[in-house]
């Protein structure tokens, strides 16, 4: 379910305020890899056990913000560092 283009306009990152944009498709791919592999952590240190279905990603390839069913989860404990793509 893609995310409305009015709610993207207005989020952005709750730590950086940061704008984000939609994570692409290969990003995505190598993330939910790493994530099968259990080798992803978000930023509280907790191992990500779900992949991801869409997910935000501020524009300046810092942090990850997974979306579910629709809705962003917009939490910093929550937010998956980039540079585990």
Partial sequence: MPIDKKLLDILCCPKTKVDVE???LSD???LNAGIKAKKVKYAS???VDKILEE???TVD???IYRIDD???VMLIDQ???FDQV
């Fill in 70 to 72: 629709g809705i962003p």
């Fill in 45 to 47: 240190g907790e191992i």
């Fill in 22 to 24: 939609m994570l692409n």
């Fill in 61 to 63: 390839k810092k942090s």
């Fill in 28 to 30: 995505l791919k190598n």
């Fill in 79 to 81: 937010a998956i560092p």
């Fill in 55 to 57: 997910g935000l990603v």
